[in-house]
């Protein structure tokens, strides 16, 4: 896996992976879409390149 390290990533959780840009964010920077009415779908939209395929990280614990 590419690690990006511009960013600084011990500020916030990173928990949200852009399958189209390889980005990774928080979950507050992609869950900015409206929620669409009579769906409770919380769409997730990467704020780099707009894309819906964004996938969850699960949280592992690889520190031992
Ligand atoms: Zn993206």
Known sequence: ????TSAMNTLVRITHW???CDSHHP???V?????LPGGE???LI???CNSYD???LQEVS???
């Open 27 to 29: 979950k507050h920077q």
């Open 41 to 43: 779908v919380d769409e």
């Open 62 to 64: 690889d520190a031992q």
């Open 54 to 56: 964004i996938e969850e």
């Open 1 to 4: 896996m590419k690690k990006h």
């Open 18 to 20: 852009c399958l189209q």
């Open 46 to 48: 990467c704020p780099t």
């Open 31 to 35: 869950s900015g879409a409206p929620a």
